[in-house]
Nanobody
Framework: QVQLVESGGGLVEPGGSLRLSCAASGNIFRLNAMNWYRQAPGKERELVAGITNGGSTNYADSVKGRFTISRDNAKNTVYLQMNSLKPEDTAVYYC?????????????????WGQGTQVTVSS
């Protein structure tokens, strides 16, 4: 139903910045959240940041103050501005869309994932 395509990953030195983008195609309902997850080798996928269609945001404690998530609802695009990057931020970053038919409480009714984009923080 919905395709998500990430871009903007790459290699950056510690302390540097990157901006990830995720463009969604297809119908997106009003009650939805677009999220960024990441997964490093040998570790479980974790939520980095999320934003609802109304602009409510949440962040993992490890990225608070360094990362900023935003979205352009007209373009169905979500962004992740990553500043002060650390080697521990190295991972594959995945864009995610969750749609809620009846409200944000409880599990989503639709869950879609992008293909992932590699972020490597190294000197």
């Amino acid at each position: 139903q919905v395709q998500l395509v990430e871009s903007g990953g790459g290699l950056v030195e510690p302390g540097g910045s990157l901006r990830l983008s995720c463009a969604a195609s297809g119908n997106i309902f009003r009650l939805n959240a677009m999220n960024w997850y990441r997964q490093a080798p040998g570790k479980e996928r974790e939520l980095v940041a999320g934003i609802t269609n109304g602009g409510s945001t949440n962040y993992a404690d490890s990225v608070k103050g360094r990362f900023t998530i935003s979205r352009d609802n007209a373009k169905n695009t979500v962004y992740l501005q990553m500043n002060s990057l650390k080697p521990e931020d190295t991972a594959v970053y995945y864009c995610n869309l969750k749609i809620y038919y009846s409200g944000y409480r409880g599990p989503p009714n639709y869950d879609s994932w992008g293909q992932g984009t590699q972020v490597t923080v190294s000197s």
